[in-house]
């Protein structure tokens, strides 16, 4: 009874981490077309953070956390949250939804390139092969000449790679700096103050807020699956499978991310899926095989989102 329980807990938390990590373009991009981006992202995380909180103390998780621990937090929050997801809604402005998702997919080679320059760590002879087959699968992605030829699709192709620079940095940081030891208190600070530092970019930025009320229905119901699928359930569903299986079964949710994206725009949004993303796609992941060797895997894949 307990194997089967908990092989139906790993199967819903792989649905979680594939189906909606990979939907939550899809649902940003709704709702960003609407509602400035800033705030759109401020909302999320304000709301999902406290709603940890409130989760914490029912299940008599202690909130308590030394003053360093706090700091770190909130830097974590700002480089993954502030800037790595507040930008990337912004650009979901200019790029559609799978192209920002297959962008983001090179992740990997970021982190690993990252780790060469600032901590002088060698890539191995596979991760070579893989940064060889990542920068090709980059250049198809964004040589098209659909994306070329609009200035806007250019800002947020931009906006993306930053975002990931911030991610990869962040990656780097919270592998070695003292934070909350329980992930979902980690989680909820990190959300928290995030959402907190955009509503001020949101304001430096002269963005208007509006009511939820006022929000059409489909954006509202966008917002309600970013805070609690999206936020909540996909990141502990992440957390969960990092202690259930092995982290090579965990990162396959970086392949079948980018293609939930594209299938959800297209089928949803009527985005176009061109052959040379295609190929782009199939070459760029294959480098992202090669870079996640089990000595990579532990920075990236648990600090990913």
Same mark, same amino acid.
């Not at 089967?4 to 939907?23: D, E, K, P, Q, R």
């Not at 805070?227 to 569903?237: H, K, R």
């Not at 965990?250 to 295609?278: C, H, K, M, R």
């Given at each position: 009874?307990?194997?089967?329980?908990?092989?139906?807990?790993?199967?819903?938390?792989?649905?979680?981490?594939?189906?909606?990590? $990979?939907?939550? %373009?899809?649902?940003?991009?709704?709702?960003?077309?609407?509602?400035? !981006? &800033?705030?759109?992202?401020?909302?999320? =995380?304000?709301?999902?953070?406290?709603?940890?909180?409130?989760?914490?103390?029912?299940?008599?998780?202690?909130?308590?956390?030394?003053?360093?621990?706090?700091?770190?937090?909130?830097?974590?929050?700002?480089?993954?949250?502030? =800037?790595?997801?507040?930008?990337?809604?912004?650009?979901? *402005?200019?790029?559609?939804?799978?192209?920002?998702?297959?962008?983001?997919?090179?992740? !990997?080679?970021?982190?690993?390139?990252?780790? *060469?320059?600032?901590?002088?760590?060698?890539?191995?002879?596979?991760?070579?092969?893989?940064?060889?087959? $990542?920068?090709?699968?980059?250049? #198809?992605?964004?040589?098209?000449?659909?994306?070329?030829?609009?200035?806007?699709?250019?800002?947020?192709?931009? @906006?993306?790679?930053? +975002?990931?620079? +911030?991610?990869? %940095?962040?990656?780097?940081?919270?592998?070695?700096?003292?934070? !909350?030891?329980? %992930?979902?208190?980690?989680?909820?600070?990190? @959300?928290? =103050?995030?959402?907190?530092?955009?509503?001020? @970019?949101? #304001? $430096?930025?002269?963005?208007?807020?509006?009511?939820?009320?006022?929000?059409?229905?489909?954006?509202?119901?966008?917002?309600?699956?970013?805070?609690?699928?999206?936020?909540?359930?996909?990141?502990?569903? &992440?957390?969960?499978?990092?202690?259930?299986?092995?982290?090579?079964?965990?990162?396959?949710?970086?392949?079948?991310? !980018?293609?939930?994206?594209?299938?959800?725009?297209?089928?949803? #949004?009527?985005?176009?899926?061109?052959?040379?993303?295609?190929?782009?796609?199939?070459?760029?992941?294959?480098?992202?095989?090669?870079?996640?060797?089990?000595?990579?895997?532990?920075? =990236?894949?648990?600090?990913? *989102?």
């Amino acid at each position: 009874m307990g194997k089967s329980s908990n092989s139906a807990l790993v199967i819903l938390a792989f649905f979680a981490i594939y189906v909606i990590w $990979g939907s939550t %373009y899809l649902l940003n991009k709704i709702a960003v077309l609407e509602l400035e !981006p &800033f705030m759109l992202a401020s909302f999320r =995380f304000t709301l999902a953070g406290l709603c940890i909180f409130l989760l914490a103390k029912i299940m008599g998780i202690s909130l308590r956390i030394s003053q360093k621990q706090l700091f770190n937090t909130i830097l974590a929050g700002i480089l993954f949250l502030s =800037f790595g997801n507040g930008l990337v809604v912004w650009a979901l *402005r200019y790029v559609d939804t799978g192209f920002a998702a297959l962008e983001i997919s090179s992740q !990997p080679l970021i982190i690993l390139i990252m780790m *060469r320059i600032l901590q002088g760590k060698k890539i191995q002879p596979m991760s070579v092969v893989g940064v060889v087959f $990542g920068v090709i699968g980059i250049y #198809l992605l964004v040589s098209q000449k659909q994306i070329i030829a609009q200035k806007e699709s250019i800002v947020g192709m931009i @906006m993306i790679f930053f +975002c990931m620079l +911030c991610w990869a %940095y962040a990656s780097l940081f919270v592998a070695k700096a003292d934070l !909350p030891t329980n %992930y979902f208190v980690n989680t909820g600070y990190q @959300m928290f =103050f995030a959402g907190i530092i955009l509503s001020l @970019m949101s #304001l $430096g930025f002269g963005e208007e807020w509006t009511s939820p009320l006022s929000w059409s229905g489909e954006v509202q119901i966008a917002m309600l699956l970013l805070i609690f699928f999206g936020s909540i359930v996909a990141f502990t569903s &992440f957390n969960y499978l990092l202690k259930a299986v092995s982290p090579e079964k965990v990162a396959t949710s970086t392949y079948v991310n !980018p293609i939930v994206a594209l299938l959800l725009g297209w089928y949803f #949004l009527d985005e176009q899926i061109t052959l040379q993303s295609v190929i782009a796609a199939a070459i760029l992941l294959t480098g992202v095989y090669f870079i996640n060797t089990k000595k990579t895997l532990a920075i =990236f894949e648990r600090f990913k *989102r």
